[in-house]
């Protein structure tokens, strides 16, 4: 079991609050992230379910018991740091099996459970190495590892894998996944990187200023955003914002043709957006609108276009790699009706 509640939850440095109400309930087996911009409070929110950190106000239940005060070895969790945190003097088999030789567990036992752990994460032939003779992805395993022998009620990770130069980054993304298919514990992971958060989650938790801005499943942030932070967190290149005002059933963009509004977003509009792959690039006077190519970075299987749209702002285009550079050229942009999104005033979607 592993179900994490928590209500009301808040956190205040002296007079200064940087968890503002969280209300959260996290299923047991759950892989849940917490992302968002530096500074926004996930390694605070993680800290305290962890109670390596105080909470000011407000609950964290685990499995339905209140711990809000409990000490971090009550509550059963075991905490994964990006710094990886090993003891530097101790082989691996001895980092990973720390936690239950100080609790007193049988020298035979302990050395089963690591062995069986080392398995899973393909560290058998490194038991006897010292943390500094390892690599970063091996190193980061190894603290893994560390908190998978204690067989916890749930793990936490703050942004494990930032340490780690991209190609390893995928490889242990792919790893903690298998992880948590294996395991089917509860997990709660802290990110800044929105594509770890698409990748991994079952639930994402979009964090801002100490608040909630949406939770939900990768498909639901990307399909279904609730407001402008979310639209544009989610996404990579990010959604393109338009201002746009409405009338008489049509969204008009400014100086261009603007189109019909769809029947279920009839309330004033102040910003339409749409995201990269879902504009079709058609002959300069068709569309939505049109504008210059500036740039067209070219990735191999995409472009990335970024098109000088006058008052609309530069706006980014996602084609396939195979399609021609056109690079200072006039294009017209065509947004696919079913995939535009309409905010109001206060950069609330307006939605169905
Ligand atoms: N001990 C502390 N005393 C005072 N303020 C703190 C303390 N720890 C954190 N803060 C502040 O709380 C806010 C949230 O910090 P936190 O470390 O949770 O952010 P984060 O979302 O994890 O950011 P990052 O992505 O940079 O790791 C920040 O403004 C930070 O300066
Ligand atoms: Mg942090």
Not at 228 to 238: M, W
Request: proline share 4%; net charge negative; hydrophobic share 40%.
């Amino acid at each position: 079991m592993g179900s994490i509640s928590l209500k009301s939850v808040e956190k205040w440095f002296g007079n200064v609050q940087v968890i503002k109400g969280i209300d959260l309930d996290i299923q047991d087996g759950e892989l849940i992230i917490f992302v968002g911009p530096s500074g926004c409070g996930k390694s605070t929110l993680l800290r305290m379910i962890a109670g390596l950190e105080e909470t000011s106000r407000g609950q964290i239940l685990l499995d339905g018991d209140d711990v809000t005060h409990k000490v971090p070895s009550e509550r059963e969790l075991s905490m994964v740091f990006q710094s990886y945190a090993l003891y530097p003097h101790l082989s691996v088999e001895e980092n990973m099996g720390f936690a239950l030789t100080t609790a007193g567990v049988p020298k035979a036992e302990v050395t089963q459970k690591v062995a069986d752990v080392a398995d899973v994460l393909k560290l058998n032939e490194y038991l006897d190495r010292r943390p500094k003779d390892l690599s970063g992805g091996q190193r980061q395993r190894v603290a893994i590892g560390r908190a998978i022998v204690r067989k916890p009620k749930g793990f936490l990770f703050d942004e494990p894998l930032s340490n780690l130069d991209a190609s390893l980054r995928v490889d242990m993304r792919f790893e903690i996944a298998r992880l948590h298919k294996t395991l089917q514990s509860t997990m709660v992971y802290v990110t800044h990187d929105q594509v770890e958060a698409m990748t991994l989650a079952d639930r994402i938790v979009v964090l801002k200023d100490g608040k909630i801005m949406q939770v939900g499943s990768p498909r639901e942030l990307y399909e279904s955003p609730d407001n402008v932070f979310v639209a544009q967190f989610i996404g990579s290149p990010k959604m393109n914002l338009m201002p746009c005002s409405t009338d008489n059933g049509r969204f008009l963009l400014d100086g261009h043709n603007g189109g019909s509004l769809t029947a279920s977003t009839q309330s004033p509009a102040t910003q339409v957006g749409i995201r990269p792959e879902h504009v079709t690039l058609v002959p300069g006077d068709q569309g939505h609108c049109n504008g210059v190519v500036q740039v067209s970075e070219y990735l191999g299987a995409d472009f990335f276009h970024h098109i000088d749209c006058g008052a609309l702002g530069v706006l980014t285009v996602r084609t396939s790699g195979a399609t021609e550079d056109i690079e200072g050229k006039t294009v017209g942009l065509h947004f696919n009706d079913d995939n535009l999104h309409f905010f109001d005033g206060d950069q609330h979607a307006l939605k169905a």
